[in-house]
T-cell receptor, first 109, second 113 residues
Framework: DAKTTQPTSMDCAEGRAANLPCNHS???????VYWYRQIHSQGPQYIIH???NNETNEMASLIITEDRKSSTLILPHATLRDTAVYYC??????????FGPGTSLSVIP | NAGVTQTPKFRVLKTGQSMTLLCAQD?????MYWYRQDPGMGLRLIHY???????AKGEVPDGYNVSRLKKQNFLLGLESAAPSQTSVYFC????????????FGQGTRLTVV
């Protein structure tokens, strides 16, 4: 079975970059990697997504390895408000959205 | 620009009572989803719909029914509520076109006593 692996939890000092890894045992050519986060039981919030190329938006950067089986979400200057659970999801546009356990990121003052 | 709206936001039910949660989206999305989230756990998919008039089971469908009579609405029903259904329920929608981002509602906190 295809499996997505993320660390259970991570800490990051406020103001430093937070690097959150994600690994997929398999990934198809038409599957995108999406990142969402959930802040304290609010509805999940979209952060960024990518297919092959690295991506950057106002919230974060996404680095995808050449084989596409690994990606890293980078929050360049973490703040206390970035404390959340971060979910990495691979899917095509026709797939339903299934969540794994995610990574609980704690930003430390 | 409402996005995904869930009603109600909070509800307390007695065991055996029934209720319906409403999800409405104004983005003309084809796909809609219902999830539950228990304390300290991730989101689990209950049911989903890929279009008006269609529904399908997700990971944890037992005890729930759904209907998608209109494209913009997705209803989640509990026919006979049980304490095990105490949870936070999230609705989401997405399109199969473009970037296919999923947008989420703010949740319904349901307590069954």
């Amino acid at each position: 079975d295809a499996k997505t692996t993320q660390p259970t939890s991570m800490d990051c000092a406020e103001g430093r970059a937070a690097n959150l890894p994600c690994n997929h045992s398999t990934i198809s050519g038409n599957e995108y990697v999406y990142w969402y986060r959930q802040i304290h039981s609010q509805g999940p919030q979209y952060i960024i997504h990518g297919l092959k190329n690295n991506e950057t938006n106002e919230m974060a950067s996404l680095i995808i390895t050449e084989d596409r089986k690994s990606s890293t979400l980078i929050l360049p200057h973490a703040t206390l408000r970035d404390t959340a659970v971060y979910y990495c999801i691979k899917r095509t546009s026709y797939d339903k959205v299934i969540f794994g356990p995610g990574t609980s990121l704690s930003v430390i003052p | 620009n409402a996005g995904v709206t869930q009603t109600p936001k909070f509800r307390v039910l007695k065991t055996g009572q029934s209720m319906t949660l409403l999800c409405a989206q104004d983005m003309n999305h084809e796909y809609m989803y219902w999830y539950r989230q228990d304390p300290g756990m991730g989101l689990r998919l209950i049911h989903y719909s890929v279009g008006e008039g269609t529904t399908a089971k997700g990971e944890v469908p037992d005890g729930y029914n759904v209907s998608r009579l209109k494209k913009q609405n997705f209803l989640l029903g509990l026919e006979s509520a049980a304490p095990s259904q105490t949870s936070v329920y999230f609705c989401a929608s997405s399109s199969y076109q473009g970037s296919s981002l999923a947008f989420f509602g703010q949740g319904t906190r349901l307590t069954v006593v």
